[in-house]
Structures are given as C-alpha cells and as structure tokens.
C-alpha cells in the first residue's frame, strides 16, 4: 500500500516561512512526477508545484515561484515545499501527491498524503 505523509505544517506569522515535507513509500520513487496542491474549504485543491523525475520543477504561477521552492530528494523519497514571505491567504491544507508525469490538475495524480494544515496568521 502506498503511503504519502506530510509534515511541517503548523501556525506561522505573517511573512514568516515553513518547509512541508513528503515521505512516499513509493518503490519507484525517483520515477515518479511528485506535486504539491492545497485547498481551502469549499474549493477544489489547487495546484501549486510539481518536480518531475529528473528534477524539474514546475510552477503555478510565478507569484508562487518567487515564495515557494519545491525539490525532492531520492534518496531519502522525499519531496519538500519550502514557503518564504508566508500571506494569511496561504492558510490551506496541503497535499503532496504522486503521479507518473507532471500534471497541473489533481486529476493527475494518483497517490495522495493525509494532508496537513498551514496556517498564517498573527
């Protein structure tokens, strides 16, 4: 059974910084596309980052790409979101996710983490 989990999330202040991390009992780690989404109530997840198999990472938006990093480490099968400058509106769950290629709707994946929630706020 394949397992995803987050962790890192938490409160934070305005303008402040966390750093998610994926765990994924995937096999085939390193030949998986691995995404981050996150969804407020009442909205469908949202796509904010993904890293390809080779590294490649691909972004939202590039109001996200100046915030927030995404990388992955094989070794350790594990994907990470760094989150800088942190605004209220970021307050979300966050997903990790896992695919075989890269896509930009949560229709694309197919493994999923519990989800685990950030919140920005003072």
């Known amino acids: 059974q394949v397992q995803l989990v987050e962790s890192g999330g938490g409160l934070v202040q305005p303008g402040g910084s966390l750093r998610l991390s994926c765990w994924a009992s995937?096999?085939?780690?390193?030949?998986?596309?691995m995404a981050w989404f996150r969804r407020v109530p009442g909205r469908e997840r949202e796509f904010i980052a993904a890293?390809?198999?080779?590294?490649?990472?691909?972004y939202a938006a590039d109001s996200l790409k100046g915030r927030f990093t995404i990388s992955r480490d094989n070794e350790k099968v594990s994907v990470y979101l760094q989150m800088n400058s942190l605004k209220p509106e970021d307050t979300a769950v966050y997903y990790c996710?896992?695919?075989?290629?890269?896509?930009?709707?949560?229709?694309?994946?197919?493994?999923w983490g519990q989800g685990i929630q950030v919140t920005v706020s003072s």
């Open positions: 996710a896992a695919a075989v290629r890269v896509g930009y709707s949560w229709h694309d994946y197919d493994y």
């Open positions: 995937l096999r085939a780690f390193r030949s998986y596309a």
């Open positions: 890293t390809s198999p080779n590294r490649n990472p691909v």
